[in-house]
């Protein structure tokens, strides 16, 4: 089970840090992502970190606002949220998928990860 964290209302500009939680199980040799989904829109890939930690991926929409970061010791994931902007407005779900993609395209495909969290709501308010 994966359950979020973190989220609220925030002012454009401002700051949040969302976590992901494992219980249950843990995530070795996963990969732990985070997707975006906007009212009416399609759930889009916003981050993931590989086991290692060592690999992070993101889109051109948030690369050098958002940081992306893993405990493996706590079965956590963390989402550094930085410079936030109106259109980041979304439910933020984390994701976990198993084992090391080849390709780059697969960390952000949602039908790569099975487990998925309930989700926690991000607002920015312009």
């Known amino acids: 089970q994966l359950v979020e964290s973190g989220g609220g209302l925030v002012q454009a500009g401002g700051s949040l840090r969302l976590s992901c939680a494992a219980s249950?199980?843990?995530?070795?040799?996963?990969?732990l992502g985070w997707f975006r989904q906007a009212p009416g829109k399609e759930r889009w890939f916003v981050s993931a970190?590989?086991?290692?930690?060592?690999?992070?991926y993101y889109p051109d929409s948030v690369k050098g606002r958002f940081t992306i970061s893993r405990d493996n010791a706590k079965n956590t994931v963390y989402l550094q949220m930085n410079s936030l902007k109106p259109e980041d407005t979304a439910v933020y779900y984390c994701?976990?998928?198993?084992?090391?993609?080849?390709?780059?395209?697969?960390?952000?495909?949602?039908?790569?990860?099975?487990?998925w969290g309930q989700g926690t709501q991000v607002t920015v308010s312009s």
């Open positions: 970190i590989a086991w290692s930690g060592g690999n992070t």
């Open positions: 249950g199980r843990t995530f070795t040799n996963y990969v």
């Open positions: 994701a976990a998928g198993r084992g090391t993609p080849y390709y780059r395209r697969t960390y952000y495909d949602r039908a790569f990860y099975d487990s």
